[in-house]
């Protein structure tokens, strides 16, 4: 079974940063994606990070630049850093994987997700 949690969400002021975890179990894959998507109250899931198998990554416009993903595969572990949060990042954050290699930010291309963690910015 292939289980996802996360974790680092909290509350943070503006102008600060965060590192989410993502633990990934199960999942065997030798090519896939891992993305990072969050969800404001009344928005729909937005996806803001992937990255490949390869190590390719790819990011929305909106966290471009202040946002990084990355992966420890021997942890099985993938990370966002946030750096330079503002209010408008508050949201709940899940990780999802793929088994296709192939960047994509598209929510319905995704079999696995987390359960998601907040994240809350106070200006």
């Known amino acids: 079974e292939v289980q996802l949690v996360e974790s680092g969400g909290g509350l943070v002021q503006a102008g600060g940063s965060l590192r989410l975890s993502c633990r990934l179990t199960g999942f065997t894959y030798q090519y896939y994606c891992l993305t990072w998507f969050r969800q404001a109250p009344g928005k729909s899931r937005e996806g803001i990070a992937a990255?490949?198998?390869?190590?390719?990554?790819m990011y929305a416009d909106s966290v471009k630049g202040r946002f990084t993903i990355s992966k420890d595969n021997a942890k099985n572990t993938l990370y966002l850093q946030m750096d330079n949060l503002q209010p408008e990042d508050t949201a709940t954050y899940y990780c999802?994987?793929?088994?296709?290699?192939?960047?994509?930010?598209?929510?319905?291309?995704?079999?696995?997700w987390g359960q998601g963690t907040q994240v809350t910015v106070s200006s």
């Open positions: 990255i490949s198998s390869e190590s390719t990554t």
């Open positions: 999802a994987a793929r088994p296709f290699p192939q960047l994509t930010l598209d929510r319905d291309r995704y079999n696995y």
